[in-house]
């Protein structure tokens, strides 16, 4: 299986804050156990971070599961956007 990680830095090159976004769907191994696919997103600001990860089953149902959660995040913060970009530039 292919790996998928992307970073992405969420602030300006020359900020004095952190934050960024990690997006990973891969096979991992840990603590001498065999592979496992481990699939997560994680935004980090500051000293704040949020994971949102998929079930540890190895299923086609915990990766549509995972993509649901994902429309339900993208469509959400889409919404939010469109709100601060009306509130502030009417």
Not at 37 to 62: P, Q
């Amino acid at each position: 299986m292919k790996n998928y990680n992307s970073r992405k830095w969420l602030n300006p090159e020359d900020s004095h804050f952190t934050g960024s976004i990690v997006c990973f769907d891969g096979d991992v191994c840990n603590q001498g156990r065999p592979q496992e696919r481990y699939t997560f997103v994680e935004i980090a600001s500051c000293h704040t971070k949020v994971k949102l990860h998929s079930n540890k089953n190895d299923g086609a149902d915990a990766t549509k599961e995972f993509i649901g959660k994902l429309e339900i995040l993208i469509t959400e913060l889409q919404s939010f956007q469109d709100y601060l970009i009306l509130k502030e530039y009417p």
